[in-house]
């Protein structure tokens, strides 16, 4: 996991509707995510990259099927979602 910053993690707007969408369903698979999020395959599969590296989302693989959930042993998850839900 590396180390990220806070200014990082909010610096793109679709990056946070993905990791606010993430957390609000628990867990979700990428055709969910591009159509809640009204982004591209391209730019949500970016945006899922950089917050599993920064260890603020699990993939979990289920044969084909790819389900996105937050990395709940990640304080920073819980502070985010804190954050979030004060918004």
Known sequence: ???IRVEEIFSSKGRVKILKL???HGEINITQLIKEAGLNHKVVSKHLEYLKNAGLVEEVKFNRMRIYRPNWINPKVRYIEE???NL
């Open 22 to 24: 993430i957390i609000e």
């Open 1 to 3: 996991m590396s180390s």
């Open 83 to 85: 954050l979030l839900r």
